[in-house]
């Protein structure tokens, strides 16, 4: 958009960034309400032990999931990125209520995520994924979570042609999602 106007709303560290939009995911679409729990995960994104957080929408009753979200750092872009482009600009299209920091890409793929969800009553599962050199088992103690077994593993979607980018402004952010969402 050369020339056009953009409001300033803030201007961020790519991380607090981050955080929102992980903040935005925990509360939207894996539903989370516990603060304790929440603040304990994001603390772990922003340690940079937690890499990934994948999201799936799974008929009741079944291990098969129709639809999956996932959203991904890239924490070695981001420390490339933190020396050159170490803030980023929020501008009016940046936002969903009280979500004021959550990306529009994010939005866009949640808010789809969740009407595929709800349209086809599936129920919402979710896992997140270590940094390689995190030790899973004191995280898993301090966050009182643990390592999915075979027997609560998700079976992703038939399809493997998933639509895959990054997201707006913010390069070290991958989303790769069921295709059609």
Do not use: C
Not at 2 to 19: F, K, P, Q, T, Y
Request: net charge negative; charged share 30%.
């Amino acid at each position: 958009m050369s020339g056009a106007n953009v409001i300033v709303h803030a201007e961020l560290g790519r991380m607090d960034v981050i955080i929102d939009q992980f903040d935005y995911l925990m509360r939207r679409v894996a539903h989370m309400q516990s603060e304790t729990e929440i603040k304990n995960y994001l603390d772990a994104v922003r340690e940079k032990h937690i890499k990934t957080f994948e999201f799936y929408g799974v008929p009741m009753g079944t291990k098969k999931a129709r639809y999956e979200l996932i959203v991904h750092v890239d924490w070695g872009m981001h420390a490339k990125l933190l020396s050159t482009d170490p803030f980023i600009i929020i501008d009016e299209d940046y936002g969903d209520g009280a979500y004021k920091n959550a990306n529009p890409d994010i939005i866009s793929v949640a808010q789809k995520f969740l009407k595929r969800v709800k349209n086809e009553n599936l129920e919402i599962k979710w896992i997140f994924r270590y940094s390689s050199y995190v030790n899973e088992e004191a995280l898993n103690k301090k966050l009182g979570s643990h390592t999915v077994t075979d027997d609560e593993r998700i079976a992703p979607p038939d399809h493997r042609n998933y639509t895959k980018y990054r997201v707006y402004n913010l390069e070290e952010m991958e989303v790769v999602h069921t295709p059609g969402m």
